[in-house]
Every structure is written in C-alpha cells, then in structure tokens.
C-alpha cells in the first residue's frame, strides 16, 4: 500500500511564494514517476508538472512554466513544488501522484499502471 500525504498550502498574495512538499510512504519511491495535478472549482483536473524516477527529467504545463519547479528527494522519499510569482488563476486545490508512468502531451495527461494519488492540499491566491 502506498500513501501520498501533501503539505504546504494555504493563502498567499499575487506574486508571492508556496513550496508544496508530497511525503510517500510504503513502496519503493524511486521506482515512481511522481506528478503535481490541480483542480479549480467547477474545472477538470488538470496536470501541472511531473518528475522522472531519478529526476533527470521533468516536464511543466505551459500555465506554469518558468514559475512554479518540480523537484524530488529519493532518500527522504518526497516530492516538492516550488511556486513562485503565484495569481489568482493558481487557486485550486493540488494533489500529489505516484505512477508508474505519467505522460502530458501539452493537451492532455495519462497515467498508467500502479497509481496513487494524494488527499490533496488547498492554494488559495488573493489578488
């Protein structure tokens, strides 16, 4: 079994910071490509950025790119957002995933095989 705990939200002006931050418990973390997604209200969720197992390889929404930095720590089996430069438009909650492959093809995501996703942790951006 495999838990995603996340942590590291909550409400922040336009432009300032939040690191969100995805604990793993149970399975080998390594062998998990691991995803940041987010839902607005009344909106699908949508995918943010994705890291490879070993980190050598990530890959942003357009929305985000340049803003926000996907990273991973394999030995503290955790997952981190680093978001800078935040607006309103980021409000949404946000949920860390596991799986054992995440694909984005600039329109849309897919995840496959095993996979696991968070509880989910709310930002709110005010204006």
């Known amino acids: 079994q495999v838990q995603l ?10 432009g300032g ?8 418990l149970g399975r ?3 062998m998990y490509a691991m995803g940041w997604f987010r839902q607005a ?3 699908e969720r949508e995918f943010v950025a ?5 980190g050598s ?9 340049g803003r926000f930095t996907i990273s ?3 030995a503290k089996n955790a997952e981190y957002l680093q978001m800078n430069r935040l607006k309103p438009e980021d409000t949404a909650v946000y949920y860390c995933a596991a799986s054992s492959s995440i ?3 600039g329109t849309y995501y897919h995840l496959a095989g095993d996979t696991y996703w968070g509880q989910g942790t709310q930002v709110t951006v005010s204006s």
């Open 50 to 54: 994705t890291i490879s197992g070993d």
């Open 41 to 43: 209200p009344g909106k």
């Open 103 to 105: 694909y984005y093809s």
């Open 17 to 24: 910071s939040l690191r969100l931050s995805c604990a793993v």
């Open 57 to 65: 390889s990530t890959v942003y929404a357009d929305s985000v790119k």
């Open 72 to 74: 991973r720590d394999n």
């Open 5 to 14: 705990v996340e942590s590291g939200g909550g409400l922040v002006q336009a």
């Open 28 to 30: 080998t973390f390594s």
